[in-house]
């Protein structure tokens, strides 16, 4: 069975500062890997996806994630973050079905 | 173009009654996922039809609920002798290949 951990329930970053958010999955194979956001009251947003080739992959509104196999992980990071960025963030595994992860909440100092 | 789009937005329903939630996909998605979202939580898969036929519809938590799609498109998820645990968010995405793209969810509230 597929699986997906999201470490940390709540992150707090100042503005401008780097942002790394935590994803690992369990599955046999190489999964299809997703990270959404979603702002209160909003429906999901998908930020960036994996599919195959390489490893780093770059997002909308800065974000980017790499997926290292060896670690079964698949990170988000924004080098600067913004105010807009308070957000739910989610990450998603297609394998034998979508399965996403709990969820981390992101919360912004001004 | 137009996104997916989920009604009623908001639905509160007393505690055995039935309700059904409607979700419009993106025109031409073959595929059509409902998830349920608790408060805090992350999505749960519930259902999956491509085209007109359910495939998987093993994420419904009990036999109060149904989920049809009879021509492909539309699609309802119907919850009968609703319970407080129903009370969540219900949301719809619709996917043409594996990106799946979300409505905004119906938010159920069950009283």
């Known amino acids: 069975a597929q699986s997906v951990t999201q470490p940390d329930i709540h992150i707090t970053v100042s503005e401008g500062a780097s942002l790394e958010l935590r994803c690992n999955y369990s599955?046999?194979?190489?999964?299809?890997l997703f990270w959404y956001v979603q702002s209160p009251g909003q429906g999901l947003q998908l930020l960036l996806k994996y599919f195959s080739g390489d490893t780093l992959v770059q997002g909308i509104k800065g974000f980017e994630a790499e997926f290292k196999r060896s670690q079964s992980s698949f990170n988000l990071r924004k080098p600067s973050v913004h105010w807009s960025d308070a957000a739910e963030y989610f990450c998603a595994v297609y394998g034998q079905n979508f399965v996403f992860g709990p969820g981390t909440r992101l919360s912004v100092l001004p | 173009g137009a996104g997916v789009s989920q009604s009623p937005r908001y639905k509160v329903a007393k505690r055995g009654q039935d309700v059904a939630l409607r979700c419009d996909p993106i025109s031409g998605h073959v595929s059509l996922f409902w998830y349920q979202q608790a408060l805090g939580q992350g999505p749960e898969f519930l259902t999956y039809f491509q085209n007109e036929a359910q495939l998987d519809k093993s994420g419904l938590p009990s036999d109060r609920f149904f989920a049809e799609r009879p021509e492909g498109s539309v699609s309802t998820l119907k919850i009968q002798r609703t319970q407080q645990e129903d009370s969540a968010v219900y949301l719809c995405?619709?996917?043409?290949?594996?990106?799946?793209?979300f409505g905004p969810g119906t938010r159920l509230t069950v009283t």
């Open positions: 995405a619709s996917s043409s290949d594996k990106e799946q793209y």
């Open positions: 599955y046999g194979a190489t999964p299809y």
